[in-house]
């Protein structure tokens, strides 16, 4: 138990400071490199989710470490990718991995130890933050680059703004009765942080729908309406699946600095509600 209790104590320090000495960095960072990276943190992703339903805690923190080493690893290399096309490839691996460590992350942030859950609501806003930064790398370059990696740009925020799931996911944690009061504050940072996305990707969206050709602005403003009719489910419902104004996020404190962009419908009663 002390053993485990240490190495709950490191997961949390590397969720927080993801240091460089952790992974070697290749002296000529490519596009392969970053992928190779992503490989190995899905890997693990893949051995902690399956340690956590065989309520192995100590081999599940083990693999989250290793996780969390090679995503900072991959979003190291991608940083020092050069040329616009290739980075834009790189940061796109980057922006996928560390949105299904989130999707994983926010599943099981209530069926780990209690020990461990602070850890994991921490690292589960690190990475909320980094597919975050990797998302607004991506939009400042599309305006650098031909439509096909514009609209190819658009999809692939369009496809992580537009998926309730982690919102769900840390809504239905904190209503769970689970959750130890150590992780309580990183959970609700996360529950705010996720749903700022998908604001934020709206945004970005619409950032980007201008800067393409005629024919390839149809699926982005279709991805743009189709988020926001899920935003409007999930806000005005109190609900991702659209249930009652009693739902899933009705007893929850609903951050009010989301960054909703103009012209969304979002009720007048909420607080982050904003008239343009």
Avoid: W
Wanted: net charge positive.
């Amino acid at each position: 138990m002390q053993h485990f209790t240490k190495l709950a104590g490191g997961l949390a320090a590397v969720a927080v400071l993801a240091t460089p000495s952790m992974a070697s960095a290749h002296s000529d960072p490519s596009v392969n490199s970053v992928r190779a990276h992503v490989r190995n943190a899905d890997q693990a992703l893949a051995m902690v989710a399956e340690r956590v339903k065989t309520n192995d805690n100590a081999a599940a923190a083990i693999a989250m470490v290793r996780n969390l080493r090679q995503t900072q690893a991959a979003t190291r290399e991608a940083r020092r990718v050069e040329g616009r096309s290739r980075k834009a490839k790189a940061l796109r691996l980057v922006a996928d991995q560390r949105n299904d460590n989130v999707l994983v992350l926010s599943a099981i942030v209530d069926e780990v130890s209690d020990s461990t859950q602070a850890a994991t609501a921490t690292a589960l806003n690190y990475n909320l933050k980094g597919r975050e930064t990797a998302i607004a790398r991506l939009t400042s370059l599309a305006s650098t680059l031909p439509a096909q990696a514009q609209a190819g740009i658009a999809r692939a925020i369009a496809a992580i703004a537009g998926n309730p799931v982690p919102v769900a996911n840390i809504a239905g944690a904190l209503t769970s009765g689970d959750i130890t009061p150590a992780a309580q504050p990183q959970l609700e940072q996360a529950l705010s942080l996720a749903s700022g996305a998908m604001f934020t990707g709206v945004g970005q969206l619409q950032q980007i729908v201008g800067m393409l050709p005629a024919p390839a602005q149809g699926p982005v403003n279709m991805a743009i309406t189709r988020v926001t009719g899920i935003l409007s489910s999930i806000f005005a419902t109190g609900s991702p699946s659209g249930a009652t104004t009693g739902g899933m996020l009705s007893n929850l404190p609903i951050p009010t600095n989301l960054p909703v962009p103009c012209g969304l419908p979002i009720p007048k009663f909420l607080p982050f509600a904003k008239s343009c």
